[in-house]
Every structure is written in C-alpha cells, then in structure tokens.
C-alpha cells in the first residue's frame, strides 16, 4: 500500500490504522502548497482535489475519503482488530467516523484554520463545536475508547483533536477527554506516528 499524507494533517489516522496493523507500506508526502509528493509527483494526477489521504491499495486502487480509508485497512489486517466487522458495532463504527469527518474535522476545525475564514466564521464554528465535544465528554466517561475497544475511529479521533495545538479550541472543561487522548496517544504505535509526523512537519515548515 502507498500512503499520500501531510505531516500531522488527518492522514495521520491512516499512519496510525498502519501501524497498528503491522502493514507494510510506503509514505509518499505531499506539499499542501505545490500539490506534489516531495518525490516531485504530481499529486493532482492522483487525485484532482488534492485532499490526503488518498491510498493506493497493492492492486493499484486509488482510495480517497478517511471513512472508507480507515475501514479499508482494518479489513486488509483483520487479525489486528481495528474494526468490528458487522451489525450495529459495525454501524457504530461508522457513526463515529462519519461524527469525526464532519462535526469534528469540517465544522469545527477546519475554518479554524483556515487563515482566510473571516472570524464570524470561527466563532460560529467554535460555538457550534462546543456541544459536540461535550457529547463526547459524556460518551467516553467511564469508557477507554470510542468502542468497546481500540479502533480505527480513535486513531482518527485523536488525530483531529490534536488540532487544538493549532486552533483557540481547549479541552480543560472535559476530563474524559484528556485522559481519553493521553490513553491513546500512549500506545506505542500512535505515539511513533505523531513523533515521526512531528518531525516532518517541523522540517516541512523549516524548508517554507
Ligand atoms: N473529505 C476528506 C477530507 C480530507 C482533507 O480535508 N484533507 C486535508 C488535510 S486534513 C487536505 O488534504 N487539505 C489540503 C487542501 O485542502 O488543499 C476526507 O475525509 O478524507
């Protein structure tokens, strides 16, 4: 499988759902600005919005979307358990992922950081993101993960939460969610994804 990511960007989930499943994989970066992989391919030819992450499966299918990313994996590794496979904790799965890509990741984060989105958009977006963070504040109290178990919807959970470094977003009103995010960043496979994505972001933005 090939991975087209951008440090710490949401295609830090599928790093992760890798990781966890002891895949093999290559990582080919793209430069948000440029649209091309450091590589100098041109990543628009792979996929004409330029979103990350878009995977490229061993059989040469191009993948976009986190959703059906993230589910693609799991179902590759099903020894690793990323994902139940069936009935309603499969549609769970799926309920959380879809509240991820779009209360949390769209409506929330993103026009926080976007430099251009004029500030009654933020504030709209900040206001808005307050109930959904306190839903889940309530859902992960008493609970270790987002289901009975780790799955591919905490690795994209944690990776769009980490947004907060970047945005006027805080989590101190919700202690389950804090400790919810420092139990999964601690697994070993989620915290070598971030540290290595933290470092190449680092030198992304020491080459701008
Ligand atoms: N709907 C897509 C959204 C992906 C997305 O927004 N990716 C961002 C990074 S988090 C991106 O590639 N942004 C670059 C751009 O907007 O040009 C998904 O869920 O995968």
């Known amino acids: 499988m090939q991975l087209y990511f951008s440090p710490l960007a949401c295609s830090l989930a599928t790093r992760i759902a890798l990781y966890e499943a002891g895949a ?18 041109a990543f628009l030819e792979i996929n004409p919005l330029g979103l990350v992450p878009t995977l490229r499966s061993d059989t040469g299918e191009v993948l976009t979307e986190n959703a059906a990313i993230l589910q693609y994996v799991a179902e590759q590794f099903p020894e690793a358990q990323l994902a139940p496979t069936h009935g309603m904790p499969r549609t769970r799965l799926q309920q959380w992922l879809c509240f991820i890509g779009t209360e949390l990741h769209k409506a929330l984060f993103v026009p926080l950081l976007d430099p ?5 958009a933020k504030r709209y977006a900040l206001d808005h993101g307050a109930p959904r963070l306190a839903l889940l504040e ?3 109290q008493g609970r270790d993960f987002l289901l009975d178990q780790f799955s591919v919807a905490d690795a994209y959970l944690v990776t769009v939460l980490n947004w907060s470094l970047a945005t006027p977003v805080t989590y101190t009103e919700y202690p389950a969610l804090q400790a919810y995010i420092a139990r999964v960043r601690a697994r070993p496979h989620v915290a070598r994804a971030f ?8 030198q992304a933005h020491a080459r701008t």
């Open 24 to 41: 093999g994989a290559t990582f080919s970066q793209v430069d948000s600005k440029t649209k091309r992989t450091l590589q100098g391919e």
């Open 116 to 120: 251009h989105a004029p500030e009654h």
């Open 138 to 140: 309530r859902h992960l």
């Open 195 to 202: 540290a290595e994505e933290r470092q190449l972001y680092a």
